[in-house]
Nanobody, 118 residues
Framework: QVRLVETGGGLVQAGGSLRLSCAASGVSSTYVITWLRQAPGQERKLVAAIKSSGVVTYYADSVKGRFTISRDNAKNTVYLQMDNLKPEDTADYYC????????????WGQGTQVTVSS
């Protein structure tokens, strides 16, 4: 059974840092693990993506140089280190498993909320 569980969200001041974790169990190594976010009133957007090999395949322009995606395969966990946070980073953050063949998100976590105060 596939399960994705995000943790690590919270309230932080602008300029601060948070690290999100996605515990991914039962996910085939063929999947790309992604982080997406959805701000209030906006569509969900891809933030970062990483292959099972650890190769990072994507960062959104808005987070380049501030966010780092990584993974620990021994722990089946993917991380999103978020530094120099800005109020516009406020959103619900989701971990999702992307099927590279169909280019569809087959599995989703429940999300974790990140709020950045100015």
């Amino acid at each position: 059974q596939v399960r994705l569980v995000e943790t690590g969200g919270g309230l932080v001041q602008a300029g601060g840092s948070l690290r999100l974790s996605c515990a991914a169990s039962g996910v085939s190594s063929t999947y790309v693990i992604t982080w997406l976010r959805q701000a209030p009133g906006q569509e969900r957007k891809l933030v970062a993506a990483i292959k099972s090999s650890g190769v990072v395949t994507y960062y959104a322009d808005s987070v380049k140089g501030r966010f780092t995606i990584s993974r620990d395969n021994a722990k089946n966990t993917v991380y999103l280190q978020m530094d120099n946070l800005k109020p516009e980073d406020t959103a619900d953050y989701y971990c999702a498993a992307l099927n590279p063949t169909t280019v569809k998100y087959d599995y989703w976590g429940q999300g974790t909320q990140v709020t950045v105060s100015s």
